[in-house]
């Protein structure tokens, strides 16, 4: 037998062995990695994963959208991968087309028993969102409330307060404000000066966002109970409406849902007179 052959084969063998030990790209890659790589949102999921020219292809899923990635021995690139004109990335897309329809159908349907679950909640613990009121603001004669949920740096919420406060006179409402600070430290700080300053609601209104100031007991009890409410009901998000019995709830700043739980007209100035307006009715 030639020896010859035999170390050839030999060290083809072993080198066949040591690849197959090494394993591909791909073998490491799981979300605990990316999360290591890149901030993922909760709940995000690996579709596909493939090797593609010397580095991983990956397709995740991230709240009912697909997005694409590649990624490398300590890294991850995010975006499109082209191949000799050829855009490897659209048809690889192209080929999850289906998968995407049936993501985007699974996160709508968790949403919407998230949104059950959230009004479920404030129908039962609707009555402690009074301990956690800061500012309150509406006619003497009122008779019924509304609670908001605000961060005092939230551009949404600084448009909805003003559309609140006609909703309060013509409803005959009083609007009771709750500070939920979720955009970051300087929400925080804001919160805690209007807090240990006991504003007013126009005094908060009139907020530059270049407020800072030490804590005091006010603003430590009433943010630690905020932020525990809250965080039991699994959200981390404003403007917020709660009708004053719970009843109802309006996730972000659609005044004229707002408007026809309370029986109002639709305000087609704030709707910017399309058609929405009308579609705007109490669930």
Aim: glycine share 8%.
């Amino acid at each position: 037998m030639n020896i010859q052959w035999i170390v050839s084969g030999l060290i083809i063998f072993f080198s066949t062995a040591l690849q197959a030990l090494a394993g591909t790209v791909c073998d490491p890659i799981d979300i605990a990695w990316l999360s290591e790589q890149a901030q993922l949102p909760k709940g995000t999921e690996i579709l596909l994963k493939r090797e593609r020219n010397g580095l991983c292809e990956v397709v995740v899923a991230i709240d009912g959208n697909l997005a694409p990635l590649y990624a490398g021995k300590e890294f991850i690139i995010i975006g499109s991968m082209y191949e000799k004109k050829v855009p490897v990335t659209g048809n690889t897309m192209a080929e999850l087309k289906e998968v995407a329809k049936v993501e985007r159908q699974k996160a709508q349907a968790r949403e919407a028993l998230a949104v059950e679950k959230r009004k479920a909640f404030f129908k039962a613990r609707y009555a402690e969102l009074d301990k956690m009121t800061a500012i309150t603001f509406g006619p003497s004669s009122a008779k019924k409330s509304v609670y908001v949920v605000t961060d005092p740096n939230c551009s949404h919420c600084k448009k909805l307060l003003p559309l609140m406060e006609e909703v309060a006179f013509e409803g005959q409402l009083k609007l009771k404000v709750i500070l939920f600070p979720v955009l970051g430290k300087k929400s925080e700080q804001m919160a805690v000066h209007a807090l240990c300053n006991d504003f007013t609601y126009g005094q908060y209104l009139a907020m530059s966002g270049k407020e800072t100031g030490e804590v005091c007991d006010r603003s430590t009890q009433l943010l630690a109970k905020t932020k525990a409410f809250f965080q039991a009901a699994d959200i981390s998000f404003v403007p917020m409406v709660v009708a004053g019995d719970g009843s109802w709830v309006v996730e972000g700043s659609n005044i004229n849902k707002i408007r026809s739980f309370l029986g109002l007209d639709c305000d087609t100035e704030a709707d910017g007179g399309n058609t929405g307006c009308g579609s705007a009715k109490a669930e």
